[in-house]
């Protein structure tokens, strides 16, 4: 079984601030984990992926996440928090190909001008 | 860039009323989901299709619940007396083979139901 825990439901920070969001997973097996974005009123965007090779991943819109087993988290950053980023955030893990998505609660970030 | 679309973008229908929704899945993929996401919370796994079968479903996707690939192309998800908690988004998915296994997402279909 799996399951994914993000910290925070809300998070606001200022124009240019560092952007943090945290996931923690659990697995019973390595997982494949997702960062995925909703805009306002839109469906779900993927962000970034890990899928066992580098644990430091590179996604689109300058964020990026860091696979630590040990802590057995993939949290998000961005160094600059841009106005555009103010969307909803989710976290996500699967064990095998074609497996369903479990997604944590999602993280709703506020980006103050 | 190929993507996933879904019909209607917004459905109202009555509660005991059947609904159809409809998905058009990434043309290579092979494996297909529903999603839903009620007003404020997670988006949980209703159930996932290969093969022309059912391969995993939640405890949500109860006997109201049903999928369909008709022609090859579409994918459905029919509630066949919805319920006033049946009220959500409603996100088909797909995914290839790759060891990726990125899910591709669709907008997704409000369903509201009164």
């Known amino acids: 079984a799996q399951s994914v825990t993000q910290l925070g439901s809300h998070v606001s920070v200022s124009e240019g601030a560092l952007v943090l969001l945290r996931c923690n997973y659990s697995?019973?097996?390595?997982?494949?984990l997702f960062w995925y974005v909703q805009y306002p009123n839109q469906g779900l965007q993927l962000l970034l992926k890990?899928?066992?090779?580098?644990?430091l991943v590179k996604g689109i819109n300058g964020f990026e996440a860091e696979f630590k087993k040990s802590e057995t988290s993939f949290h998000l950053t961005k160094p600059s928090a841009h106005m555009s980023d103010a969307a909803e955030y989710f976290c996500?893990?699967?064990?095998?190909?074609?497996?369903?998505?479990?997604f944590g609660g999602g993280t709703r970030v506020l980006v103050k001008p | 860039e190929p993507e996933v679309t879904q019909t209607p973008s917004h459905q109202v229908t009555q509660m005991g009323q059947e609904v159809i929704l409809r998905c058009v899945p990434i043309?290579?993929?092979?494996?297909f989901y529903w999603y839903r996401q009620i007003l404020g919370q997670k988006v949980e796994f209703l159930v996932s299709?290969?093969?022309?079968?059912?391969?995993?479903k939640s405890e949500i996707f109860d006997d109201q619940f049903s999928v369909e690939r008709p022609d090859g192309s579409n994918f459905t998800l029919k509630i066949r007396s919805t319920k006033l908690e049946d009220s959500a988004m409603y996100f088909c998915?797909?995914?290839?083979?790759?060891?990726?296994?990125?899910?591709?997402f669709g907008p997704g279909t409000r369903l509201t139901v009164l």
């Open positions: 998915a797909s995914t290839g083979t790759s060891a990726y296994n990125e899910q591709f």
């Open positions: 697995s019973s097996v390595p997982p494949y």
């Open positions: 890990y899928t066992s090779a580098a644990t």
């Open positions: 996500a893990v699967t064990l095998t190909a074609g497996n369903k998505l479990t």
């Open positions: 043309s290579n993929h092979l494996y």
């Open positions: 299709f290969y093969n022309n079968e059912i391969s995993e």
